[in-house]
DNA sequence: ATGGTGGACGCTCCA
């Protein structure tokens, strides 16, 4: 009895409600996390979600910018969860609380809108950036604090790419805030201090290219194929044990009106 | 070295 939770970056869930029912149709995740709704709650569209089967949401969104949301065809084992990450008020994060089969206890499933860090990567004269890095550190305490004793699953938008293989060309993005040591250190070390086990490289292991997000500034996206790997599924060690396979979704990306980002899956038991 | 595109919002910000 499989269980498959799905994390995308959906640059508006309203402009894009079609391609994401389209995807619950194709993939029929058991959960789905989406990033960048860009719209406050009361204007999430619940009631497609709910004729669609997911009648369980949890939405944490504001108006114009950012947002999140979880959404269950199975009752989350708990009220969802808002926790705070030094976001100043942006809403960038839910966590909801699920049964896995074969997993004992519940999961705490966390869906992150990592910030994105501004252009220049230097926390002194950009504040984007140095929001960035106080995010992470604040992700570092709780994980490795009030949160340690869960069995966490993290999955979303982290902004990151981390590795040389996470990036069309280590050495022409080592600049570009996304691939900067500052930050891959920072992520690198939260995943390892709170003892994550990234499951899409569980699965993909390097030095294969992995990629979930291409701009939309480029000519012909898949041609030249210069992507980053900025989304993420991260678990305890007793959840990646149970998982069975791993997919990201190239192909949505050459969809009519599509996100720059692509739909990846985690398929557990 | 530069600028390229896209979404929300409302005379501009963010990615």
């Known amino acids: ?49 709910k004729k669609a089967g997911y009648e369980h949401l949890a939405v944490h969104g504001q108006k114009g910018y950012h947002g999140v949301a979880t959404i269950s065809r199975s009752a989350f084992t708990s009220e969802p969860e808002p ?76 902004n990151i790419a981390p590795s040389e293989h996470d990036v069309w060309s280590h050495k022409q993005l080592l600049k570009v805030v996304s691939h900067t040591p500052i930050e891959v250190d920072l992520l690198n070390k939260l995943r390892d201090d709170a003892a994550f086990t990234d499951l899409v490289r569980q699965h993909f292991p390097e030095p294969e290219k992995l990629f979930s997000w291409w701009s939309y500034r480029s000519r012909d996206w898949a041609v030249s194929d ?18 069975s396979g791993v997919d990201i979704m190239r192909d949505a990306r050459g969809w009519l009106k599509p996100s720059d980002h692509v739909p990846m899956r985690a398929v557990f038991g």
Request: glycine share 6%; proline share 6%.
């Open 83 to 158: 926790m705070s990450f030094c976001d100043s008020g942006h809403t960038r994060h839910i966590a909801t609380r699920h049964k896995i089969p074969g997993v004992d206890g519940t999961a705490l499933l966390h869906n992150f809108y990592v910030p994105a860090g501004g252009d220049e990567a230097n926390p002194d004269i950009n504040p984007k950036f140095k929001h960035k890095l106080e995010f992470l550190n604040a992700m570092l305490e709780a994980f490795t604090g009030n949160l340690a004793h869960e069995k966490n699953i993290v999955v979303g938008d982290l």
């Open 1 to 49: 009895m499989a269980f498959s939770i799905v994390t995308w970056n959906i640059n508006s869930v309203r402009l894009r409600l079609p391609i994401v029912l389209e995807l619950l149709e194709t993939w029929q995740p058991d959960v789905l996390c989406l990033q960048e709704i860009k719209c406050p709650n009361d204007q999430f569209p619940s009631a497609a979600f």
């Open 226 to 243: 210069r992507g980053r790997r900025l989304d993420h599924i991260w678990s305890h060690a007793d959840i990646a044990a149970q998982l």
